[in-house]
């Protein structure tokens, strides 16, 4: 298989569907042969070695510490995603500068000083480096939230979480249309969604 480069990321709230999709997306690519890579700030698998280090060293996730340590991840995203596509693999991103853009102008220390503090410290992270294809799984927060609430995650939400939650669907709605991503409506069965990605994919890529 000739490599092609391609850069592909999925934006959207908790529970609106990106692992699934995402996973998928790989399976096929994978069964055609393009070797394939899913890059994410944090992996499930790093969720408790992450809370661990949080607690030992008392930072709280709405601290500005908090944002530089998670800063520190999305150079780490960063530097496999470039890699991944320097040795000719599709990478797919969970997530990319476009969650980082929408959490910052609206929450923690950032969203109160002056947009250019946020697009310098995307650029250090990011370098300008954009996906060929940005999805975002366009899910309202209730559905997303019953969603977690079934695979066990938790009992309930409250007030505060769902306002939080509610602000960023919306503010990255918003982003999206304005950076030209591709909104796919997440509520749809999983095969139905994952039908219309891959043809977008496979047009991009010539399939
Ligand atoms: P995310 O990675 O965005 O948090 P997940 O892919 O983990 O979302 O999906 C959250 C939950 O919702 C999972 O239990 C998954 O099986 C389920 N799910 C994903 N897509 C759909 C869909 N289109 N319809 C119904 N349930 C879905």
């Not at 994410?40 to 030992?56: G, I, N, P, R």
């Not at 780490?76 to 997530?95: P, S, W």
Request: charge should be neutral; hydrophobic fraction near 40%; charged fraction near 25%.
């Amino acid at each position: 298989m000739v490599p092609k480069k391609l850069f592909i990321a999925f934006e959207g709230i908790d529970g609106s569907g990106k692992t699934t999709q995402i996973l998928l997306l790989k399976k096929v690519l994978v069964n055609l042969l393009y070797p394939t890579t899913i890059t994410k700030a944090k992996e499930e698998s790093q969720e408790v070695a992450f809370k661990d280090f949080m607690k030992a060293f008392e930072i709280n996730s709405d601290s500005p510490a908090f944002m530089f340590l998670y800063q520190a991840l999305h150079r780490k995203q960063f530097e496999k995603t470039l890699t991944a596509l320097e040795n000719g693999d599709i990478v797919i991103a969970d997530r990319w500068n476009g969650s980082f853009f929408v959490y910052h102008l609206n929450f923690g220390m950032l969203a109160k000083g002056p947009r250019e503090n946020i697009e310098l410290l995307d650029k250090l992270a990011f370098q300008d480096l954009t996906p060929d294809i940005t999805f975002l799984l366009d899910v309202p927060p209730h559905i997303a939230f019953q969603r977690r609430i079934r695979r066990g995650e938790t009992d309930t939400f409250d007030a505060e979480t769902v306002r939080f939650y509610e602000k960023v669907y919306e503010e990255c709605r918003t982003f999206a249309i304005c950076n030209n991503w591709t909104i796919i409506n997440g509520t749809f069965p999983i095969e139905t969604i994952h039908r219309k990605i891959w043809g977008i994919v496979s047009e991009k890529l010539g399939q």
